[in-house]
């Protein structure tokens, strides 16, 4: 079964670009036409979706983010990345990346999800 | 963006309880609705998908329902693995949007 890990830096500078790679394993990301995503949850609260990647590389952001936000992909390597540019401290987050659950009718819900890094943003 | 809103907030309970949280909507997503259950520390983890399909090795004690704007997750009888924060997600349109969390508590 599909499984996500998540690595990178778990202390990034303000004004500095946050990075992150999910290493997919047990699986091809490219079979079956599927969707990566990156989702965070800032300490003790709700979540909140980054955006998605298409294993060839098309991508949705969410808005809020979207001038700072770069998901992108290496088939050859299982893995997917997120950067994030400019972070200030409301950035510090628990970073998860999931894969996008799909039917041949509808896709969108998130499973599995790796277990999460926490990334803090401070000098 | 839809928002998504939950209620209530906390919810407190005992082992063997029927519980239901209510997930609404600003506005009409079809049954393009997920549920999470997510306990501290680990991440969140898929319970049902397409607002009533339930994702392969959850319990049949969870069960979901509902469409438009108005869904509901309940648990049958509570068992102490339950007791976690539970989250609603839309997929039916682009910013995907997550409900702000239940957490149940032991009563």
């Known amino acids: 079964q599909v499984q996500l890990q998540e690595s990178g830096p778990g202390l990034v500078k303000p004004s500095q670009t946050l990075s992150l790679t999910c290493t997919v394993s047990?699986?091809?990301?490219?079979?079956?036409?599927?969707?990566w995503t990156w989702i965070r949850q800032h300490p003790g609260e709700g979540l909140e979706w980054i955006g998605n990647i298409y294993y060839s590389g098309s991508t949705d952001y969410n808005p809020s983010l979207k001038s700072r936000v770069t998901i992108s992909v290496d088939t050859s390597k299982n893995q997917f990345s997120l950067k994030l540019s400019s972070v200030t401290a409301a950035d510090t987050a628990v970073y998860y990346c999931a894969r996008v659950g799909f039917t041949p009718t509808a896709r969108g819900w998130f499973d599995p999800w790796g277990q999460g890094t926490l990334v803090t943003v401070s000098s | 963006d839809i928002q998504m809103t939950q209620s209530p907030s906390t919810l407190s309970a005992s082992v063997g309880d029927r519980v239901t949280i209510t997930c609404r909507a600003s506005?009409?997503?079809?049954?393009?609705l997920a549920w999470y259950q997510q306990k501290p520390g680990k991440a969140p983890n898929l319970l049902i998908y397409?607002?009533?399909s339930l994702e392969s090795g959850v319990p049949s004690r969870f069960s979901g329902s509902g469409s438009g704007t108005e869904f509901t997750l309940t648990i049958s009888s509570l068992q102490p693995d339950d007791f976690a924060t539970y989250y609603c997600?839309?997929?039916?349109?682009?910013?995907?949007?997550f409900g702000q969390g239940t957490k149940l508590e032991i009563k």
């Open positions: 047990g699986g091809s990301m490219t079979i079956g036409g599927q969707y």
């Open positions: 506005q009409s997503i079809s049954t393009w």
């Open positions: 997600q839309q997929y039916n349109s682009y910013p995907y949007t």
């Open positions: 397409k607002a009533s």
